[in-house]
């Protein structure tokens, strides 16, 4: 995701509130949303893996064990 797309999704957004998109502005709106969605969501899950929980017995968990534990389960 660019600084152009984020640019597109708002331009399309303010055109959708002020006169209405097109079927075929709607479609690009709809897949710009889905990539910025799944950008924000590498962005995130890459934070929590480098981030180190500190349990109550004094322990250090690494998040991004606990991730990889889930995914097998």
Request: hydrophobic share 30%; no cysteine; charged share 25%.
């Amino acid at each position: 995701m660019n600084e152009q797309d984020i640019h597109r999704i708002n331009e399309l957004y303010h055109k959708s509130q002020n006169e209405g998109l097109t079927p075929e502005e709607k479609i690009e709106q709809a897949q710009l949303r889905n990539a910025y969605i799944q950008a924000i969501r590498q962005n995130m899950r890459g934070t929590l893996n480098n981030v180190s929980v500190m349990n109550p017995d004094g322990t250090v968990t690494d998040l991004a064990d606990v991730s990889k534990k889930n995914q097998k389960s």
